[in-house]
């Protein structure tokens, strides 16, 4: 069975910190590029964090720079979302997804909800 599995949200003070993870079984999981999305209440989904197959190349959107870092492990079919100096404005549920190198397929994860408040 084809899934991803995110875990690590919660709630946290701004300025503080979380480490999201997400596991995947199912399919090749090296033959797959991993990102983060997020989606706030009443707002559409947005990317967040982008990680390569292999080499570890990474892309995140303006909003997360110098604050969030995405990683994978390929042995243990997890990535991971390292989210530093929190703000309020960070708060959503944040989704795992997996799209294949050359067929495009997409696999989501269920999500993971941050809050982020005093």
């Known amino acids: 069975q084809v899934q991803l599995v995110e875990s690590g949200g919660g709630w946290v003070q701004p300025g503080g910190s979380l480490r999201l993870s997400c596991t995947a079984s199912?399919?090749?999981?090296?033959?797959?590029?991993m990102s983060w999305y997020r989606q706030a209440p009443g707002k559409e989904r947005e990317l967040v964090a982008t990680i390569a197959r292999v080499g570890g190349s990474t892309n995140y959107t303006d909003s997360v720079k110098g604050r969030f870092a995405i990683s994978r492990d390929n042995a243990r079919n997890t990535i991971y979302l390292q989210m530093n100096s929190l703000k309020p404005e960070d708060t959503a549920v944040y989704y795992c997804?997996?799209?294949?190198?050359?067929?495009?397929?997409?696999?989501w994860g269920q999500g993971t909800q941050v809050t982020v408040s005093l």
């Open positions: 997804n997996a799209v294949h190198l050359f067929s495009g397929r997409s696999v």
């Open positions: 199912g399919f090749t999981f090296v033959t797959y590029t």
